[in-house]
């Protein structure tokens, strides 16, 4: 081993895959494409096959004391189905890997189990295997979605083509405004145990953060307005890392227009209470599990005033950058976050 | 949630997953087979897909105090690929998701991924995918692998017929021997750190315990010697275990003979020295990664003194359970153990 010491931070979430898997190189005649999208694509004779894989650690992507295992099992769920719908596919398997403590009874894991089965028979998954283990301090959950795409309607990351336009499902920034409630009520609970946590008011961001939902619906919209996105990716890290992956992967750069980043008033005015630029929870709260895609301009007809998809920008030529321009017709550059995007409330 | 509260060591490994999964149907008609075997069975047009997924927890499976990371990369890989070679299949991709702590390197991590692609440079399959996360505590690797077999080529646990052979591939009981080498040296070095461990005369069950080979090699060798055994499981929660397994999937019993059992010199005479049966490390020790199957009579002749095949007992009515004939002709009843394996030496 080398002696010498680099802290995983140095390179933080994407430098540590990127550097782990650069020269990592497919050998099969089946691998259509490895590394670097939603989801895998391997060869399945009439049609592609979509394999895309997750782990979600308790202290890191979950915090038990006001996440109900049975949310956490519905989530777990999601958020890789959304990594297949992101190819323009259909998830059809799920295995199912969990590691966990003596600290959880049965019961818990029913609950846990349950929530996982609710979410694969709405969205008309198989759990077909997994693994069940004990673990030293925690839970660990790691699903694998296998999906199926139709060889000419795969949509990858790398497709976006210049002037194009950059489009979005539903509104973002609410599962971190949620994540922020909670965050709230559970210091108040830790500093005054009796105290009933304040959560009224709340539901949609709340939902939004505990039980997100993939868009099934949109890959269904897209087919009947015959659509096919140049390229495709979901907001897992937040509008502004998602942008730049979809702009990068083309050689392309992006303008995002912030006053048309869609957002839920709820939203805007929790984030107004808790001092937090709502543009902010948009570009770098992640967690929205909404689909980010780009478009030719012939479609915008297509996609005009659809209430579930809203253009925010457009693609443009590499030297622009990643633009955001503000209300006031300012131009910020747009940065990624990964891994320290909630850590990083004031950056872009 | 219910208000009883069960421990998870009430139901064991086991009985958790059966409990957890016992109801889960699958509805996707590319479904072929779901919870229950080594691999999961998906339809993919001219042959089958397979595919397996495993975890692995620092504390639980791996002590990084004597496994070197490039070891545990290339074990955490291996494991996999063996489900898929215990289904008759070829396994061609893996995906792999990393949680881990701060305390980890760059170069750690370098190491890790450098033993899963030397194992996957082996066997020939494709890293496809992956996430890489952190981790509150220790190192979490799990492990998706994907492979293909010929529709009339898969084998299940569950095709066993009564008086059928049950066949083993290798020697048996030698990781769990090299893990005892390396926990009394650990002890020794904490006992005294400036010992030097005593490793010398240890490689093969050393080698058995962190780097262990799947066996590829086998299944080309059933294609060569034209068998095709009625079910096949990996071992890697020890013969016992695995016996069951088969017997019960085929509503069988079945009969080992001990003195039949396959075992090296080197794990004998350290089990001996460590007063732990030999017969017991096979049986119990688990995580050998050979093949366990069953062939009909008429194949006998076919694999009769292959250096790397032993017929070990054979499929018995029912009525008879799962028995064990010791060299003394005693009949004692095998039992499996799962996870506590490893902390229960005197029982089978």
Redesign the interface.
Known sequence: ??E????????G?FG??E???KT?T???G??V???G?D??V?D????Y?L?????L?????FNLSYTP?KHLGYKAVVVNLSDIYAMNGRP??I??????S?R????????L?GGM?MAAKKY???????????????L?I?I?A?G?VDKDKVVYRTGAKENELIVVSGDLGGAYMGLQVLEREKAVFEAAPSAQPDLAGNDYILERCLKPEARKDIIELLGELKIMPSSMIDISDGLASEVIHLARAASLGAVIYEDKVPMDTITISRSREFNIEPTTCAMNGGEDYELLFTISQADFERVKGHPDLTVIGHMADAAVGYQLVTRGGQQLSIKAQG?DALLNKDKW
């Open positions: 081993m080398s010498h010491r680099t802290e995983l931070s140095e390179l979430e540590l895959i550097h782990l898997t990592i497919t050998e099969n089946n691998t494409k490895g590394i999208d989801a895998a391997i399945a004779g009439e049609d096959l394999v895309s894989t997750d782990i650690m308790e202290g890191v992507h295992l059809e398997q295995t199912v890997s969990l590691a966990m003596n959880f009874s049965v019961e818990a894991m029913e609950e189990y089965r008309g998954v198989d759990i077909v295997g997994g693994d069940t283990t004990s673990s030293t301090s925690g660990a790691s694998t296998i199926r891994w």
